[in-house]
T-cell receptor, first 114, second 113 residues
Framework: DSGVTQTPKHLITATGQRVTLRCSPRSGDLSVYWYQQSLDQGLQFLIQ???????AKGNILERFSAQQFPDLHSELNLSSLELGDSALYFCASSVEGTGGGKLFFGSGTQLSVL | GENVEQHPSTLSVQEGDSAVIKCTYS??????FPWYKQELGKRPQLIID?????GEKKDQRIAVTLNKTAKHFSLHITETQPEDSAVYFCAASTTGGGNKLTFGTGTQLKVEL
């Protein structure tokens, strides 16, 4: 167990809908990261937050947004869902906010858009 | 931005043999190179990492080498065992401006009995 908690484990929804994925980092970790994993795209970096502030941004769609709350948990909001958004979404956390920090991944949320 | 290429995409070895996975990166400013192992249906787990001021690092049957000049790094697994079967990802990141880890596309390693 990495200490990173993600909920829910599975999510099935329809196109056009909006969902929220939740992540609680390891105790003491200030950084939270979101990654998308699909069969043909590998692990794609979406966004990083450090102590409540956005720190780095990857190829995150405008339909997606995230935030990190004062208690350091994070939420990833996906809206106007499309079939292609079906993927495994991982949250990870680390102590550091800058490069070189070891990432610890949660178990992921499997999103299926029907 | 950073681009990480990983080869091979699949690798099949006999139990007891060695396995080598290679990665190249594009950003010369990258200075942290971790390797993650992901078993089927599980989360990626860090197995070893190396920083740019080190050329080689070992941890039991696993070793990683880094060639900064050529911008490539490799994972070496010796005496492979069936439990080594998994997908292995290399990654690279730079200091400053966040910790954006860019991953390779993964190598499916199968260790056959």
């Amino acid at each position: 167990d990495s200490g990173v908690t993600q909920t829910p484990k599975h999510l099935i929804t329809a196109t056009g809908q909006r969902v929220t994925l939740r992540c609680s980092p390891r105790s003491g970790d200030l950084s939270v990261y979101w990654y998308q994993q699909s069969l043909d795209q590998g692990l794609q970096f979406l966004i990083q937050y450090y102590n409540g502030e956005e720190r780095a941004k990857g190829n995150i769609l405008e339909r997606f947004s995230a935030q990190q709350f004062p208690d350091l948990h994070s939420e990833l909001n996906l809206s106007s869902l499309e079939l292609g958004d079906s993927a495994l979404y991982f949250c990870a956390s680390s102590v550091e906010g800058t490069g070189g920090g070891k990432l610890f991944f949660g178990s992921g949320t499997q999103l299926s858009v029907l | 931005g950073e681009n990480v290429e990983q080869h091979p995409s699949t690798l099949s070895v006999q139990e007891g043999d060695s396995a080598v996975i290679k990665c190249t990166y594009s950003d010369s400013a990258s200075n942290y190179f971790p390797w993650y192992k992901q078993e089927l249906g599980k989360r990626p787990q860090l197995i070893i990492d190396i920083r740019s001021n080190v050329g080689e690092k070992k941890d039991q049957r696993i070793a990683v080498t880094l060639n900064k000049t050529a911008k490539h790094f490799s994972l070496h697994i010796t005496e492979t065992q069936p439990e080594d079967s998994a997908v292995y990802f290399c990654a690279a990141s730079t200091t400053g401006g966040g910790n954006k880890l860019t991953f390779g596309t993964g190598t499916q390693l199968k260790v056959e009995l």
